[in-house]
């Protein structure tokens, strides 16, 4: 069975960092991009970052330049190295898998993607 688990989230000050860690199983890791969204209470899921099978890579504006996603194939992860973190940045973090045709997908959109881990809390306090 396909399963994304998700680690690394916490408590932290703003301007500090974090590192999440996303560990799949049960698919084919390199044949997947590779996406984080998250989500704050009331505010529906946003799009944070994705990285394709080629390494490219895209960002939400929200988090560019603060934010690096990152993958290993070899280990079946993908990680969110997050930067200068703000209060504004507290959320739900999901690490989702999506298999891209030949045509691409729509990075941004939550639909496009497969799979989902169960989530971990990032908060970020003032």
């Known amino acids: 069975q396909v399963q994304l688990v998700e680690s690394g989230g916490g408590l932290v000050q703003a301007g500090g960092s974090l590192r999440l860690s996303c560990a799949a199983s049960?698919?084919?890791?390199?044949?997947?991009?590779m996406g984080w969204f998250r989500q704050a209470p009331g505010k529906e899921r946003e799009f944070v970052a994705a990285i394709n099978r080629i390494y490219s890579t895209v960002y939400a504006d929200s988090v560019k330049g603060r934010f690096t996603i990152s993958r290993d194939n070899a280990m079946y992860n993908q990680y969110l190295q997050m930067n200068s973190l703000k209060p504004e940045d507290t959320a739900v973090y999901y690490c989702a898998a999506a298999w891209v045709p030949p045509s691409g997908i729509r990075w941004s959109n939550s639909l496009e993607y497969n799979y989902w881990g169960q989530g971990t809390q990032v908060t970020v306090s003032s």
């Open positions: 049960g698919l084919t890791f390199s044949s997947y991009a």
